[in-house]
């Protein structure tokens, strides 16, 4: 038997919030790092400029009888592995120092280009510009062109760039543990509500049904649909629970009586010598007896069978069977009966109409019943029974002209062993389960059954399933007076 693993919400929760955000601090730590590296390259870049313009400020006069120019370092300071050349428009270098690079041309606007000169990086910078010698003579002065090519190492560079994502790193991380430390409270105290509905629920006992919500649950958004679909879940075990015990008791009673019965009238037959039809009739008195019992049984038995979810529920096959021959099979069988009553049974049964049920079960529906109105009517009396169609519902109604129902049993008619009245009595035949057995049967088929009195007198019963009809070409009326 494999065991499954249990989780916590609260450490997914946070947990999920956590790599998210660890997530958007990589990606950010990513953009954070091409911001600053475009921003420290263009500050190295200005700086690499301006250090390239002073040396073009630096080229001055020679004071030869060319007028060539030089290259004057004096107040000029520059890195120790910085590498420059200054080269005039003759090709003569000016100043440099260090393996300066050759750039391929030189313009008025500056390049910059990273290279790597002995195993170090480097970032250059080359500037064309122009140096005016004697701008106060005539024509205006002798005009030079100089190349200039600076270039500094671009390590420390990386290294402000670095310095800044660790900086930036470490603040992430001190955020993260404290957001894990404020959402984990947080979650907690969110749920808190959850552990209360499941601190309520977790007092329920076989003997003590009361779950009241807590209010934190009620006003809960979330939780107030889950609270009240447990209140009106347990309200409904509670009231099968009950049932149950009231059926289970009720059942020990009825059998323990019929028992007793059947005990008392064989001891009856024992206490002294009897006659051969003395003994044949109290033998036929413990068979009836016996019979009551079965019937008691049987019908005990049906009713734990139709509680049980249908097999055909399970497999999506939905079984059916047609109500006019069920109705039909009934009136026969309780021909003898009514006719013993002098009952007149009419009724109006369309010509194919099918139920979603087991044949069996639409029997037994028929016969208790059509019983149940043939005991309840006077003798002389008339049954009526139709059953309506329409696009989604069957509709069965039997109404007979009894003593109707009084109002105080109405509740409980469909209670197992209950009996209202002397009709229903042990003396009637009745076990009090026939009703019981009916309103199983149209639940099991997603139906209802309902008893009223009619206006006219007498009760109704009306059976309402719902099952699309098969299309009536006709329609059947039949009679039947029992004599």
Known sequence: MS??????????????????????????????????????????????????????????????????VMLDMHGLRLRRDSIYRVVDEHGRILGSSGSAPDFEKVSAEPTFRNLEVASRKYRFVALHGVRIIDPGLPNGGVRHDVDI?????????WHEVFEAIRFFAIATLILLGVTAAVMSWMVRRGLSPIYELASEADRITSNDWHFDSPASAKTTTELAP???????????????????????????????????????????????????????????????????????????????????????????IVASCSLRDALEDVVDQNRSLAALKGIMIEAHLPVSVRVPMDQRDALLLCSNILSNAIRHSPNGGSIWIAVTTNAQMVQLSVRDQGEGIAEEDRPHLFEPFYRGDASRSRKSGGTGLGLSICNAI??????????????????VVTVKIPAPPVPESASHSASLKAK
């Open 442 to 459: 149209c639940q099991r088929a997603g139906g209802s059954i309902d008893i009223a009195n009619s206006v006219t007198g007498g009760a």
């Open 149 to 157: 090519l600076y270039g500094a190492p671009v390590g420390h560079v």
């Open 226 to 316: 889950l609270a009240t679909a447990l209140e009106e879940a347990l309200a409904r075990l509670e009231r099968s629970f009950q049932q149950q015990r009231r059926f289970t008791s009720d059942a020990a009673h009825e059998l323990k009586t019929d028992v007793a019965i059947v005990k008392s009238s064989l001891q009856l037959l024992s206490m002294r010598r009897r006659s051969v039809e003395e003994y044949s009739e109290g033998l036929s008195v413990s068979l009836e007896d016996f019979t009551r019992l079965e019937m008691t049984v049987e019908k005990m038995l049906a009713l734990a069978r139709l509680e049980q979810p249908a097999e055909h529920d399970r497999l999506d």
């Open 3 to 68: 065991h499954q693993r249990s989780f916590s919400i609260t450490r997914r929760l946070v947990v999920t919030v956590l790599v998210l955000e660890l997530l958007s601090a990589i990606a950010l730590i990513g953009a954070f790092t091409v911001h600053e590296r475009r921003v420290q390259l263009k500050a190295f870049d200005a700086t690499l400029l301006g250090t390239a313009q002073s040396l073009l400020g630096a080229v001055g006069d020679a004071e030869d009888q060319n007028d060539n």
